[in-house]
């Protein structure tokens, strides 16, 4: 993680920032995904490394990412989800059931709110409060 880093040894960097209280832990990622409003960055195969500083957690990712069209990305070939909701940008179940569990609303209903403010949970929380 921290190779080479100005003649530091990795043994020593590791006992330092123990001492300093901060946990460090590779996570076995399949796949990254950064949601901007313009596109999606798709990080096939990245090393991601979480760092925990007394609660403060920072997540490193390593990798090349790929720029796909926004909402593009998490289709087909991840694991688990379900294909329709991902297809054509369409709105996650986990989505629908968290809107519908919070409002008390059908799925329906939820699903047809998500639908309405784009996938913006909050906006489609209070559309239905």
Known sequence: MFGGGGGLNPRKME???EQMGIDVEDID???VIIRTDEYDLVFNDAEVTKMDARGQETYQVIG???QVESGAA???GGAGGDEDADAGGAIPDDDVE???ARTGASEDDARAALEDVDGDL???VESLE
């Open 15 to 17: 006992q330092m920032m």
């Open 29 to 31: 990622a399949e796949e």
């Open 64 to 66: 090349s990412p790929e």
């Open 74 to 76: 998490g289709g087909a």
């Open 98 to 100: 968290l809107v519908a």
């Open 122 to 124: 909050a906006a489609a």
